[in-house]
């Protein structure tokens, strides 16, 4: 019987997989297409991913790559400045922007009919953007009424930016995505259009779409509006390298606007793109280790000890060079974060001694797996999944053979990577406390 359930539970899994099979065309003037086709439903999840985030930004214009993405939405030749949303939404689509270290990403959820009109409107606002100073003046406030919100009156966001900062010693990712206040102030109209100009270029973008629609008509479709876009000329990233880190540092938090202490810990540890074999273990080693609701660090401190309301980790794989491992605590009441400090460093000495049982990573590398599933009745997450990877280095064989080489992680992989993930010298421990008003 037992026999049976695991031959039908392969059986899905490659069936699923099978479904999940991009189709790859390049334009001349180096476009790249990608269509996940699903045709669940009659609509599709449109993107474009520019290879350029907060980390190609050039010294001391911090922000940019963001601000951007919201004059993007200012209009063109063509639109009026919020005209593209409108358009979009009386079509009965939704859109949206994100920006990240690595990409920019612009997407709309619409009917499969639609196709044409997104796609001419992307292409109209990749060279055509119409910017004045007013606009663009008016434009900065509401970027740094963002960051007032989501960062500077946001202990916890706050904190973290600073641990960032710290962890990073040369690589540009101690930048923050929205970029640092005294910055933003200084952006001119200038600045951003040259940033613009040389990074918003056919040669530099990455076209997903997931949905109800076939290879043969979207490269139809990009040809006529995309096509005559001239490339950019666009130099290969050669960001800087982080350099060998000699001692641990620490990050103390005081604020007003917060009732409830925090620890957290960031550790320098590798992407994928640096290396292949770490990164798949330090995927399945956070979902053990760290997942909020069965972790071994929930667990430890929330369970068993009794010290914390709440205690996760994450490992984010994406990028170029060195990433975070981070790790997040919040005390009780009568737990001080010196008391979490000292439990932690205990602890992490402990499990690195532990052997995880096969059957436990057997679940996780399985959980692990059933999420990709999960996420192919999403249009959305389909679209994410492969616009993200594609744009921080992973090849389209990396993302399809993913679940394959997430089941080969073996027991033998986890203890390797817990020998060298907690080095305190590659690490960044930070404290939020509360003061009263």
């Known amino acids: ?6 031959f ?28 996940l086709e699903n045709n669940r439903v009659p609509a599709i999840a449109h993107s474009i991913w520019y290879k350029v985030g907060s980390a190609d930004e050039p010294n001391g214009k911090s922000g940019i790559a963001h601000f951007l993405e919201h004059l993007l939405f200012k209009g063109t030749d ?34 499969k009919s639609k196709l044409e009109l997104v ?51 040369n690589h540009p990712y101690k930048r923050p995505i929205i970029g640092w206040e005294h910055e ?34 979207v490269v139809r479709v990009a040809k006529k509006y995309f096509g005559s876009i001239k490339p950019s000329k666009i130099d290969e990233r050669s960001w800087t390298n982080e350099p060998t880190q000699h001692a641990p540092r620490g990050v103390v938090l005081k604020s007003k606007n917060t009732a409830i202490p925090v620890f957290k810990r960031y550790y320098l540890v590798p992407t994928y793109t640096k290396s292949k074999k ?22 430890e401190f929330v369970k068993n000890k009794k010290l914390a309301t709440s205690a996760s980790a994450y490992y984010y794989s994406d990028g170029f060079g060195d ?5 997040s605590i919040v005390p009780k009441k009568e737990v001080t974060l010196n008391d979490i400090a000292s439990h932690l460093d205990k602890y ?18 399985k959980r692990l797996v059933n999420e990709i599933i999960f996420a192919q009745d999403s249009l959305y997450m389909g679209m994410r999944i492969f616009g993200s990877s594609l744009s921080t280095g992973y090849s389209l064989k990396d993302i399809t053979d993913w679940p394959n080489d997430i089941q080969k992680v073996s027991i033998n992989d986890l203890q390797n990577i817990l020998l060298k993930i907690f080095d305190l010298n590659k690490s960044v421990t930070g404290y939020l406390i509360p003061i009263e008003k």
């Open 1 to 6: 019987m037992r026999f049976f359930l695991f």
């Open 8 to 35: 039908i539970i392969i059986f899905f899994l490659k069936d699923a997989f099978a479904e999940f099979r991009p189709q790859h065309h390049i334009l001349e003037n180096g476009l790249e297409i990608i269509v």
């Open 78 to 111: 063509k639109l009026k400045p919020g005209e593209f949303s409108q358009t979009i939404a009386r079509n009965g689509g939704k859109d949206n922007a994100f920006t990240s270290k690595n990409y920019t990403g612009y997407f709309q959820l619409i009917h």
């Open 119 to 169: 796609m001419s409107l992307e292409a109209d606002r990749m060279k055509n953007i119409k910017l004045v100073e007013k606009e663009f003046e008016n434009e900065k406030t509401v970027v740094l009424e963002e960051r007032y919100s989501r960062v500077d009156n946001n202990p916890s966001a706050l904190l973290s930016e600073q641990i960032n900062a710290a962890l990073y010693m």
């Open 184 to 217: 933003i102030k200084n952006l001119s109209l200038n600045d951003v259009m040259k940033f613009y100009d040389k990074f918003y270029a056919p040669n530099n973008a990455i076209i997903v779409i997931c949905g109800d629609v076939k290879l043969d008509e």
């Open 278 to 299: 770490e990164a798949l273990a330090l995927e399945v080693f956070a979902e053990i280790f760290g997942n909020p609701l069965t972790g071994m660090l929930f667990e």
């Open 323 to 327: 990433t975070s491992f981070t790790i």
């Open 348 to 365: 992490l000495v402990e499990i690195e001694k532990k052997i995880i049982s096969s059957d436990e990573l057997t679940k996780v590398k």
